[in-house]
């Protein structure tokens, strides 16, 4: 089993910035690739980015370049540095973790940018 804790949601204006943290327990070995989706109201949930143990990172179009992905292996926590942010990207963020058999979630941290 893996645990997944997240923190750093919050509420920020418009073109403010947010890093939002994603610390994993457990049987960490296992896993092969970390993520961060998001879900908002009425929305399905969505693939923001995602990184793997190898170093490759992959975004959603919507916020290449304003996001970034980062994983701190040590710490067995991986980042997400949210920059510009806009009023579209309010949403609850979803740590993810994938294993070769399993995917994991966390509870969600909410982002809220107001214009």
């Known amino acids: 089993q893996v645990q997944l804790v997240e923190s750093g949601g919050g509420l920020v204006q418009a073109g403010g910035s947010l890093r939002l943290s994603c610390a994993a327990s457990g049987i960490i070995f296992s896993i092969n690739a970390m993520g961060w989706y998001r879900q908002a109201p009425g929305k399905q949930r969505e693939l923001v980015a995602s990184?793997?143990?190898?170093?490759?990172?992959n975004y959603a179009d919507s916020v290449k370049g304003r996001f970034t992905i980062s994983r701190d292996s040590v710490k067995n926590t991986v980042y997400l540095q949210m920059n510009s942010l806009k009023p579209e990207d309010t949403a609850v963020y979803y740590c993810n973790a994938r294993s070769p058999i399993s995917v994991y979630w966390g509870q969600g941290t909410q982002v809220t940018v107001s214009s």
């Open positions: 990184t793997t143990t190898g170093g490759g990172t």
